[in-house]
């Protein structure tokens, strides 16, 4: 089993900033992904970003520069997503995902409301 426990989040104003954290715990594979996927009613879930423990990271062709995922300690399995020049369009729920490379397992956070408005 793997724990994540998601936190940042919440309203900001169109160019805002806001960072999101998740961090996972338990049974860590020795090679894994984390990242953020993002939901709207209506729509499916669509990849923000992710990282891989080995470095590579992965982001949708939405962000265009604006985000940033980084793992920057590398006895910690904790993602950062920084989110800059927030637009409307961003708001959504976001929600971490862990999945292991080496084995099939899967995991979601509950999920973080993201509200980009004046």
């Known amino acids: 089993q793997v724990q994540l426990v998601e936190s940042g989040g919440g309203l900001v104003q169109p160019g805002g900033s806001l960072r999101l954290s998740c961090a996972a715990s338990?049974?860590?594979?020795?090679?894994?992904?984390m990242g953020w996927y993002r939901q709207v009613p209506g729509r499916q879930r669509e990849l923000v970003a992710n990282i891989f423990n080995y470095g590579v990271t992965n982001y949708g062709d939405f962000v265009k520069g604006r985000f940033t995922i980084s793992r920057p300690y590398a006895a910690e399995s904790t993602v950062y997503l920084q989110m800059n020049s927030l637009k409307p369009e961003d708001t959504a729920v976001y929600y971490c995902?862990?999945?292991?490379?080496?084995?099939?397992?899967?995991?979601w956070g509950q999920g973080t409301q993201v509200t980009v408005s004046s």
């Open positions: 338990g049974s860590i594979s020795s090679r894994y992904v």
């Open positions: 995902q862990y999945l292991s490379v080496d084995l099939p397992q899967q995991y």
